[in-house]
C-alpha cells in the first residue's frame, strides 16, 4: 500500500515568496516547478509524447536496452532500494524498478517530486502494474533539502535523476544540487543521471515549441496557476509563447512574452505588475550537455562515474556515479 505524504502547508507561502521575487525582478522570471500544478503534469505528460519532444523516447530505449546492466552496476551484490527525484508519473523508471525487481525479488522505490498528484498516480500505476514493488511517495523540494531513509544492512541507494531535470540548473546550481545528493548518501551508494545533449539548433528548438502547442499550453498553465492561487488576472492569451536557443550558455530558454502593453493584478501578493509589450517573464532553462561536462559535475560533487550509455545518434546520456 502506498504511503502517501501530506502537502506541506507551506508550500502556498513558497508559490508567493517565489512570485514576488521573481515578478518583481528584471527581467521577471517564474522558477519552473511552478508549472507542475494538476494541469500542468498532465500537460508535461502530453509532450513527452509528442514526435518532436526526442528526449523522453530516447533516454527510454537506453534504458530499455540497459537497464538490467545498469542495475547490476550499481547494486555490486547489495540490495538496492530506489529512490527518484522530481518523479513525475514514473514511466520509464518502470524499466529500472522491473530490472531490480527481476534481480531480487523485491524492491522499495521512494519517489520525491513537489506534486503530491503525480506522486499519487505514479504509486497507484506502479502497485496496480508491479506487485514486487512496494512505494512510499514523499512530497519534498529536493532542491532545498533531501532525507532518506536509514537502509537495513546489505542494501544500497540508487538514486535516479533522469529525464535531463538537471538540465533545468544552471552549472553553479546543479553542482550544488548533485552535492546536495551525495551528502544524502553513503559512500558505496549511486546516482543514475540523465543528461541532454548538444545538438542541431531545429530539433532542440523543435522538441520545445511543438507545431500542436501544447508546450505552449504548458508555459501558459503557469499563468492559470497563479490566478488561483494567488488571486491574480493574467490573461494567459495575452502572453505568446518563446522558445530560444542560447548558443553562448548552451541552453533552451523559454518565456512568456507580453503581446501588448497591459496591466496585471495580484490579490494576494497586493502587487500590481505594468508589463510593455514584447516584455518577457523567463520561466525555464534547459541546458545541454557537451561530451565529458556532465562527468566533472559528478566528480566534483564528490561521485566517481562508473558507467555511460547513450542511442546511436549520441543525442542523450545517462550516467552512473558512485558515491566516494
Do not use: C
Request: hydrophobic fraction near 45%.
Amino acid at each position: 500500500m502506498a504511503l502517501t505524504a501530506p502537502i506541506p502547508t507551506s508550500l502556498n507561502e513558497r508559490v508567493a515568496a517565489a512570485v514576488l521575487q521573481g515578478l518583481s525582478a528584471r527581467p521577471r522570471s517564474l522558477p519552473p516547478w511552478l508549472f507542475y500544478d494538476v494541469e500542468g503534469s498532465h500537460l508535461f505528460e502530453q509532450i513527452t509524447q509528442l514526435p518532436e519532444y526526442y528526449l523522453t523516447r530516447t533516454e527510454r530505449a537506453i534504458l530499455t536496452a540497459h537497464a538490467p546492466a545498469i542495475v547490476a552496476q550499481a547494486a555490486q551484490g547489495a540490495r538496492l532500494r530506489i529512490a527518484e527525484l522530481g518523479a513525475g508519473s514514473a514511466d520509464k523508471t518502470r524499466l529500472l524498478l522491473a530490472a531490480a525487481s527481476e534481480r531480487q525479488g523485491t524492491v522499495v522505490y521512494e519517489p520525491v517530486d513537489v506534486s503530491a498528484s503525480a506522486l499519487a498516480l505514479a504509486a497507484r500505476r506502479i502497485e496496480q502494474e508491479m506487485p514486487a514493488v512496494a512505494v512510499a511517495p514523499r512530497v519534498m523540494d529536493y532542491t532545498h533539502r533531501l532525507t532518506l531513509d536509514p537502509l537495513l544492512p546489505g542494501e544500497r541507494w540508487l538514486v535516479l535523476y533522469i529525464g535531463s531535470s538537471i538540465g533545468n540548473f544552471d552549472p553553479a546550481e546543479a553542482a550544488h544540487l548533485l552535492a546536495r545528493v551525495r551528502a544524502a548518501l553513503q559512500p558505496g551508494d549511486s546516482l543514475l543521471l540523465g543528461v541532454d545533449r548538444v545538438k542541431d539548433t531545429a530539433t532542440l528548438l523543435a522538441a520545445y515549441d511543438d507545431a500542436a502547442g501544447v508546450t505552449a499550453a504548458f508555459n501558459r498553465n503557469l499563468l492559470v496557476r497563479l490566478n488561483r492561487e494567488l488571486a491574480a488576472n493574467f490573461r494567459p492569451e495575452a502572453f505568446a509563447h518563446r522558445a530560444i536557443w542560447n548558443a553562448a550558455a548552451s541552453r533552451i530558454e523559454m518565456h512568456l512574452e507580453s503581446l501588448a502593453r497591459h496591466t496585471v493584478r495580484i490579490g494576494a501578493l497586493d502587487l500590481t505588475l505594468e508589463f510593455a509589450q514584447g516584455e518577457r517573464i523567463h520561466t525555464e532553462n534547459s541546458y545541454k550537455y557537451h561530451p565529458g561536462q556532465a562527468e566533472a559535475l559528478l566528480t566534483h560533487a564528490g561521485f566517481r562515474p562508473e558507467g555511460v550509455w547513450t542511442d546511436s545518434s549520441a543525442w542523450f546520456s545517462v550516467l552512473l556515479a558512485r558515491a566516494v
